[in-house]
């Protein structure tokens, strides 16, 4: 069978108007009536079924094989599995793990027994939100996919990474889809428009050029959505000329695609710290503002901000840290949407800011070099001696006090023996780090030359 030659799946209706259509096919949603059954009608992901894509060279092997589909709702990771099975001949099974558990799986492994056995016929198992199985539902997999009873087709919005168990990842490849380009979703919009204008009649078809690329925009990638809003136009326009107006009226606003605890929240917040990080703050506002619109707890994004001006601003604006605690202390007795504009000062102030890295960096190699010397021992001067046995084992000798003996103090060690010289804090040049540098450059000279004058007068007294 070519790839082109595709067979209706087990138990799909055909499409309204074509032989074979049922009058219940109406009643479908328009996504589900809508969905491409050929390559051709395959919108987007070229990079994965493209020509040289690798799911279609596989796909020309005519051998099914398991893969994980990762990407943002909408993209066509159901449809992607349904045209793998159909291309490979397989028979195709399709299961929600939102709605199934481990008897279903039982079940479904059952079913790809026998019609392996009595029709020599592979079966593909695909599992919609993959992620939702726990540890044990995932490795229930594992033995029917390698003794060939089943090849998997996971689907998923989550990063497989933390979401899918290692070793169902080592027996498939993950493919990742992007959310569609906006001239990929004009695409889907005007064959959709075609079909449901057949469907409807002409009110369907009456988009002008701004009302359609403002639905594609609205969109935002996800064809699903685009073609969920379009069934709402068909249904709900009040007059046959639908304008951007009357599509504001219908769609209503848009719930941003945010999970406060999955990828999407740490790849906002990720942003958000780099775009300070570096010194951009437009986008460190408009990240901000994308994590408030789309719900995030303000607390997190504040104990972030906190964070931020110890990481990145550190020393280099010493006041950084009150700054944005007293930001922080705003919104706590504010509250949105008041305390809001607390929120876009810290990221303003904390944007503008010098930046400097060296105290985290300072605190991880003092942390290393307390690794590698746990048991240092306190140079005998720097000990208390608050007991004669103490002071007679030599406890705060020749321990220079540095109020009333400058000059000794600097010349004194203060590291265990073996780490003498050590350096870990190096300010940049930068703001408030730029005086510290100076302060320590002075200080080493000072010390250089107290020590060669203790060695000098050492020297002398031995004589």
């Keep these: 069978m ?6 209706l799946f087990p138990g799909e209706s055909n499409r309204a108007g074509e032989p074979g259509g049922t009058g219940r096919d109406a009643h479908r949603p328009l996504a ?17 079924v493209g ?33 793998i099975a159909s291309s490979s001949g397989a028979r195709f099974l399709e299961y929600s793990a939102v709605l199934s558990g481990v008897k279903e799986i039982r079940i479904a492994v059952e079913t790809a027994r026998v019609e392996r056995t009595r029709n020599e016929r592979a079966t593909i198992l695909f599992v919609d939100e993959i992620h939702r199985f726990n540890k044990s539902q995932q490795d229930a997999f594992l033995p029917h996919m ?41 695409e889907i919009l005007d064959r959709a428009l075609a079909l449901a204008g057949e469907e409807t009649g002409a009110k369907a078809a009456a988009l002008d050029e701004d009302a359609r690329e403002w639905l594609a925009r609205f969109a935002s990638g996800d064809a699903r959505a685009l073609l969920s809003l379009l069934e ?15 599509l504001q009226r219908i769609a209503g606003r848009r719930t941003p695609l945010y999970d406060k605890s999955g990828e999407s929240h740490f790849n906002l917040i990720s942003a958000l710290q780099k775009s300070i990080r570096g010194s951009h703050p437009d986008a460190a506002l408009y990240w901000a503002a994308r994590m408030m619109e789309a719900g995030e707890d303000p607390l997190y994004l504040l104990r972030r901000l906190i964070r931020i001006a110890m990481e990145d601003v550190g020393l280099a604006v010493p006041n950084a840290l009150r700054y944005t605690l007293d930001c922080a202390e705003t919104y706590h007795r504010l509250g949105s949407p008041e305390g809001d504009l607390a929120i876009a000062q810290a990221v303003l102030f904390l944007a503008h800011a010098p930046k400097s890295n060296r105290v985290t960096a300072a605190w991880s190699a003092a942390c290393e070099a307390a690794r590698a010397h746990p048991d240092g021992a306190v140079p005998l001067h720097l000990r208390n001696a608050p007991t004669k046995l103490m002071k007679g084992m030599g406890y705060g000798r020749d ?9 000794g103090g600097l010349a004194q060690d203060y590291f265990p023996k073996g780490m003498e010289g050590t350096r870990f804090y190096d300010p940049t040049d930068g703001g408030f780090e730029k005086d510290l540098r100076g302060k320590r450059e002075r200080w080493e000279k000072a010390r250089k030359e107290a020590r060669r004058r203790a060695s000098r007068e050492s020297g002398e007294g031995n004589d």
């Design 2 to 7: 070519s790839d082109n030659d595709l067979d």
């Design 51 to 83: 020509e040289d894509g690798p799911v279609r060279r596989l796909v020309r092997s005519g051998r099914p094989f398991s893969c994980i589909l990762w990407g943002p709702p909408g993209t066509g990771k159901t449809t992607l599995a349904r045209l």
């Design 399 to 407: 321990y220079a006090y540095d109020h009333a003996d400058p000059e």
């Design 32 to 48: 589900d009536r809508f969905r491409p059954r050929t390559w051709e009608e395959f919108a987007g992901q070229a990079h994965l």
């Design 232 to 246: 709402l136009v068909i249904t709900g326009a009040s007059r046959d000329s639908v304008t951007v107006e009357e």
């Design 146 to 186: 390698e003794n060939g009873t089943i090849y998997l087709i996971g689907a998923t919005t989550e990063n497989p990474s933390f979401e899918v168990n290692a070793a169902l990842l080592s027996r498939t490849r993950v493919f990742c889809l992007n959310p569609l380009e906006e001239g990929e979703l004009l």
